[in-house]
């Protein structure tokens, strides 16, 4: 429970003097572990490449812990470390041919009425329409899906909140074009 004097994000804010040490920077990573898996996840095409890319993920974000300012929560600076890190390696043509990652266990994020085939024909091509987007638009749809607000949206990618706004409505029309071709 928050108190008066606390923010949403103090918890993630270091103190006046911040801790760099090991410890701080674990208990953190163990808390927003999800943003790694989901980054990854978006953008690997292979559970190889999936793993992999969450390790480099992790190293860069530890390379770059002493850093980070605490001006900005720690869920903000992670993000944006990490989409860094699987863009940079997306573009250096590591992943060429565009394919899904196979869900496992850890990775089913919604869980599928078997009974729902509708259902899951509609994820399956939401994830096909995410993994042939380009990067920028790929990151951007991922922080939306994951709730974030336009402006943290701009803050994780260095654009406006205008230009955040302008992209999402368009990527939501290009999906219910490409769902409904019919115009229904």
């Known amino acids: 429970m928050l108190t008066l004097t606390e923010t949403p994000h103090a918890r993630d804010r270091p103190a006046m003097k911040p801790e ?6 674990l208990a953190r990573l163990d ?3 999800g943003i790694v898996r989901k980054v990854a996840l978006s953008y690997a095409r292979t559970i190889a ?9 992790v190293a860069q974000l530890w390379k770059s812990w002493p850093a980070w300012d605490g001006e900005r929560p720690f869920a903000t600076w992670m993000y944006r470390v990490a989409l860094n890190v699987a863009i940079s390696i997306a573009r250096s043509q ?13 990775t ?3 869980p ?4 729902d085939a509708e259902r899951e024909r509609g994820v399956a091509e939401l994830r096909a329409f995410i993994a042939g ?3 920028l638009n790929r990151a951007l749809i991922l922080l939306w899906l994951d709730e974030l607000s336009y ?6 990618l260095g654009i406006s909140e205008t230009n955040v706004a302008t992209r999402i409505n368009r990527a939501k029309q290009t999906l219910r074009a490409r769902m409904n071709p019919e115009g229904e």
């Not at 599928?112 to 009974?115: I, K, L, R, S, T």
């Not at 402006?151 to 994780?156: K, Q, S, T």
């Open 49 to 57: 490449d999936r793993r992999d890319l969450e390790q480099e993920i």
């Open 112 to 115: 599928a009425d078997p009974g």
């Open 31 to 33: 808390r927003h572990q």
């Open 133 to 135: 987007l380009d990067e």
């Open 20 to 25: 760099r040490d090991e410890a701080a920077f």
């Open 108 to 110: 089913a994020a919604l």
């Open 94 to 106: 590591r992943w060429q041919e565009p394919a899904l990652a196979p869900l496992d266990d850890e």
């Open 151 to 156: 402006r943290e949206i701009a803050d994780v």
